[in-house]
């Protein structure tokens, strides 16, 4: 290919740029940044020089007077509220901008106007400042940027105006038509690079830093945990109340016609009467098993009756002696109370199966918005939480801390060999 087949290459795809979408889009994108900056400089320019002439007034005027307090308001109070008002409206005006002209959407960082105290606090924010670093820059590069591409696509109006105001010479004449040419050629260009530029910085400033955007995603999975527990807790209510109501009713029937069949048939054959009792005991059996794996589920004391009664059904049904003490004067969530359920029916479920223990002592606590839990026995210690490699054998203990810090709560056991065994929970009430 020869160097006059790539020149009118090029020629021919900067004619056709000219008509492109994007070079349309970079235009619309570059005249409105153009606008917006006008704006933001109007607006922050009539406020630095509303600031300045109090303050000059306030340095030249005689210390006194209902004159000088009024002015002294506006510049310590009024200014920053105004400014800051400012910064908000052109950010949310240029956020629009961007989505309507490029489809880009900058996204939120942390809310910077909910910081307080209002107004101080959102002053402090690093967000506020690159907002406003933003608007600065943005009426040198927004107004210079827009002016620069509506220059070089207005280029060929100007010569044709040029060459009909006043009959210039044709060297003249034929350098303003070359210049209008090329300018009109790299309108798309220039368009395409202010916009890039502008695109940056939007994403730079107006959008969150790297920290932001760590804790605005640590944020997110907090409030997706929170979401998947409350769901699960929810679930496992309707479980319980489903199976509470359908299957355990059907089990009471089946085991009180085959207890009525039992007594009615005592003198009927042997093998008949073995039959009813076996399957009366079975069905007794299995009504038992029902109950406690629905009271594994959650427990319906703990939402008709709330945490005390259900700890102290849990005290009553242990099989050692246990000490409970519960002051607990606001409840916490719902969340919150079933992990303390089952933190303490575990805990005492190890303790009766391997503690070799003669007593327990549970300790339930709210102290502001914690909610401490202490199960102690004296049994012989030893107890160790199994971990993810396989070492330790308590699958329950681990269990435990799981529930724990399901809900951003925290659990730890302390369990010297000989005991005493401590196992201590801290739970959010409010999670």
């Known amino acids: 290919m020869t160097s006059a087949d790539r020149t009118s290459r090029r020629v021919g795809a900067a004619v056709s740029a000219l008509w492109s979408g994007s070079a349309w889009r970079a235009t619309g994108n570059a005249l409105a940044a153009l606008l917006v900056g006008l704006v933001g400089g109007i607006l922050l320019g009539g406020l630095a020089l509303i600031w300045g002439a ?22 310590v109070v009024v200014g920053p509220v105004l400014a800051l008002w400012a910064v908000q409206g052109l950010t949310a005006l240029q956020r629009s901008r961007l989505r309507a002209t490029l489809g880009v959407d900058i996204p939120l960082g942390p809310r910077a106007g909910e910081r307080k105290p209002w107004p101080v606090g959102p002053w402090l924010a690093a967000a506020t400042w690159r907002q406003l670093g933003f608007h600065l820059l943005a009426i040198v590069t927004g107004v210079g940027g827009g002016c620069l591409v509506a220059a070089c696509w207005l280029a060929p109006l100007a010569a044709i105006a040029y060459l009909a105001a006043g009959g210039p010479p044709p060297a003249a004449a034929a ?91 005592a003198d009927a054959p042997e093998p008949v009467r073995q039959a ?128 724990a810090a399901a ?10 060999p000989g005991g005493p065994t401590v196992i201590a929970a801290e739970l959010p009430c409010e999670s």
């Open 54 to 75: 109090a303050i000059y007034s306030l340095v030249h005027w005689p210390v006194g007077g209902w004159g000088h307090a009024v002015l002294y308001i506006a510049v």
């Open 175 to 265: 350098a303003a038509l070359i210049a209008a040419a090329g300018l009109l050629l790299a309108a798309p260009w220039a368009a395409r690079q202010v916009t890039r530029a502008d695109q940056a910085s939007a994403r730079a400033l107006l959008g969150p830093s790297h920290n932001e955007e760590l804790a605005l995603r640590l944020e997110s999975m907090t409030r997706s945990r929170a979401d998947a527990v409350a769901a699960a807790d929810t679930e496992r209510r309707r479980i319980e109340r489903d199976l509470h109501d359908g299957a355990q009713q059907r089990l009471v029937s089946l085991a009180m016609n085959l207890g009525m069949a039992r007594a009615r048939f």
């Open 276 to 403: 009813i009792a076996d399957a009366h005991d079975e069905a007794v059996l299995a009504l038992s098993e029902l109950r406690e794996f629905i009271r594994g589920l959650h427990p319906a004391v703990l939402s008709d009756r709330g945490l005390d009664a259900a700890l102290s059904g849990l005290a009553a049904r242990a099989p050692l002696p246990v000490r409970l003490r519960v002051d607990v004067p606001r409840p916490a969530s719902p969340t919150i109370e079933a992990v303390a359920y089952f933190i303490v029916s575990e805990a005492l479920t190890n303790v009766a199966k391997h503690a070799q223990a003669t007593r327990a002592e549970v300790t339930v606590l709210r102290e502001r918005d914690v909610l401490r839990i202490a199960v102690t026995d004296d049994g012989c210690g030893g107890a160790v939480p199994a971990t993810g490699d396989g070492a330790g054998d308590g699958t329950g203990l681990r269990g435990l801390a799981q529930r």
């Open 407 to 416: 809900v951003d709560g925290s659990l730890t056991i302390d369990s010297p």
